[in-house]
């Protein structure tokens, strides 16, 4: 638990209480989650950040995408592993990785009919998550693909950010 500050109301601390039980939380997220204005979560925020209890992690420019998080330090890894999980179809991508952590190793095809599109965007979205370092791609053959999750160190420190074991 997060040692709260005295001077404070209840919705400052309801906001941390979000962001600490919703690791890797959204801005717009937080303005569901807390049935507050826009404004008065920004002031909550800004208030914590310089209290120390939260941190901002801006990871991508041009999708506008920023975490709010209670961890202190984010490895560049995770990082570069958050935006390329994040931004357009972020949908797909996490349900290619639920797969791969549930399913194991799959061919490419198989992936694309399991999670309900064709192999090409199967593909643009595998690409991007190999360059980050989240997946692996083994060539069986000409035209044959295995995908699999590339296991380590990413997955607890991601895992905490994000809510989400793998």
């Known amino acids: 638990m997060i040692h709260r500050h005295p001077k404070v109301d209840s919705k400052f601390n309801e906001i ?10 959204s801005y717009s997220e937080i303005i569901k989650k807390s049935d507050t204005s826009s404004s008065n979560v920004l002031w909550h925020i800004n208030r914590a950040r310089k209290l120390g209890l939260i941190v901002r992690v801006k990871i991508s420019h041009r999708h506008q995408v920023t975490f709010f ?11 570069r592993i ?4 994040y931004g357009r179809n972020k949908e797909i991508k ?4 639920d797969i791969l952590r549930t399913q194991g190793p ?9 999670i309900g599109v064709i192999p090409n965007v199967l593909d ?9 370092g989240v997946v692996k791609i083994e060539k069986l053959s000409h035209n044959s ?7 380590g160190k ?7 950010l994000i809510g989400t074991k793998f």
């Open 16 to 25: 941390v209480d979000i962001i600490e039980k919703t690791p890797g939380i």
């Open 69 to 79: 998080s209670t961890k202190k330090q984010i490895s560049d890894d995770s990082r």
């Open 82 to 85: 958050l935006t390329s999980l």
């Open 94 to 97: 996490f349900h290619i990785l």
């Open 106 to 114: 799959m061919r490419r095809v198989h992936l694309a009919k399991n």
């Open 124 to 132: 643009w979205h595998v690409k991007l998550l190999q360059n980050s």
């Open 145 to 151: 693909s295995l995908i699999s999750i590339n296991e």
């Open 154 to 160: 990413w997955m607890d420190e991601l895992a905490g």
